[in-house]
Structure formats: C-alpha cells, structure tokens
T-cell receptor
C-alpha cells in the first residue's frame, strides 16, 4: 500500500512558469513532510520541508502548501528555470524517531527554455 | 555528499552470486537506511539501522541482509543476486530528532 501518493508522474513547464506537484497521505501520525530534488546520477537532496502546524513554507522560489484536513501537501516552484529540471519526491514521516520516510513515486520535471 | 560515501558506484554481477554494498558515514549519525530506487516505485526501504548491531526490515527486505558493526558502516548484502535486484541502491543517514535524510550518491547494480 502506497503511504504517500504523488502526482503528476511527469510535468513539462515553460521557463518562467509555475510548477506544481501534489502529494497525499493517509497516516495522520505523520508530522514531517520533506521534498527531495534529484538530478540524474545523483542522490536525492533535501529541498524544503514542512510540519503540519503551518500551512505554508517558502524558501526562495520553492513553496510548500499544506492542507492538514485534506491530508495533502504540494510543492510550488515559482519562475521555473531549466536548472530546476529534475525528479522531485515528496515524503512523510513521524519525526523524532528513526522510523522510515515514506516516499512518493516521483515527478519528472522538465522546464523548457 | 556531506559525509556519506557508497561503494562501489557501479557493479555488474551474475545471477546467484553474493554481493555486498557498503555505506560509510563520517557524521556519527545514529540512523542509517538502505533504499532501492526503481522507475514507477520511487524509493523503497530495504533495511534500516538505529544503532550498532540494531537493524530492522523495511518493506522490500526479502533477499537482502544487513550488518552494522560500527557506527560509521552499514553493509547491504544480496545473498544470491537475482535479476529483480537490478536497481539503484541508496544509503541514507539521519541524526537524532527532527530533520531529513542525507543520501549517498548511489550504487547502480546490474544482475545479469
């Protein structure tokens, strides 16, 4: 059973546009929701993360929106750039434990110049 | 990658042979994880460790074993490799408390 569902599988955006990736989870015990960015041949790297006590977190052009009641969260990339072309994974976990992170299946983002 | 190294980076092996992948960290983090990455499946947990000699199974542990005799090293062993274990394997580390993983650069394993 997929603990975290991610969509879309792939996304093509024009340079300067907004990229939006969505995730949904079931386990209400999750309290830490990171997003990872992965370039070809590299390991995933932590991009931004949010806790359920806030509805939005922004870091530069990257914003996480969190809807606790709907059990959904999304990544918005503003002013998308060709260098943002990568695979993005959402994840969820219970913090303060060593328990596993549950990952979405990934979204391949291509930003066209 | 921030104090975590995986070896080898690439390996081709034959079906039925044993294979060991190594993850080494210099961060002194308590938690270490092995994931496999496959198209359409994202990252799936194989095994994890919460301390020296303390390990537990993840969702795709069949056919894999692990060992952690030192804080800095976490070994993943495929006892008898099969073609279904062809994948990219990532090691990750995590400190105590809140926060995300730090991943290694991965090992691309091909079983022929």
């Amino acid at each position: 059973q997929q603990q975290v569902k991610q969509s879309p599988q792939s996304l093509i955006v024009q340079k300067g546009g907004i990229s939006i990736i969505n995730c949904a989870y079931e386990n209400t015990a999750f309290d830490y929701f990171p997003w990872y960015q992965q370039f070809p041949g590299k390991g995933p790297a932590l991009l931004i993360a949010i806790r359920p006590d806030v509805s939005e977190k922004k870091e530069g052009r990257f914003t996480i929106s969190f809807n606790k009641s709907a059990k959904q969260f999304s990544l918005h990339i503003m002013d998308s750039q060709p260098g943002d072309s990568a695979t993005y994974f959402c994840a969820a976990s219970r913090s303060n434990t060593g328990n596993q992170f549950y990952f979405g299946t990934g979204t391949s983002l291509t930003v066209i110049p | 990658d921030a104090g975590i190294t995986q070896s080898p980076r690439h390996k081709v092996t034959e079906t039925g042979t044993p294979v060991t992948l190594r993850c080494h960290q210099t961060e002194n983090h308590r938690y270490m994880y092995w994931y496999r990455q496959d198209p359409g499946h994202g990252l799936r947990l194989i095994h994890y460790s919460y301390g020296v000699k303390d390990t537990d199974k993840g969702e795709v542990s069949d056919g894999y074993s692990v060992s952690r005799s030192k804080t800095e090293d976490f070994l993943l062993t495929l006892e008898s490799a099969t073609s279904s274990q062809t994948s990219v394997y990532f090691c990750a580390i995590k400190g105590a408390g809140a926060g995300g993983y730090t991943f290694g650069s991965g090992t691309r394993l091909t079983v022929v």
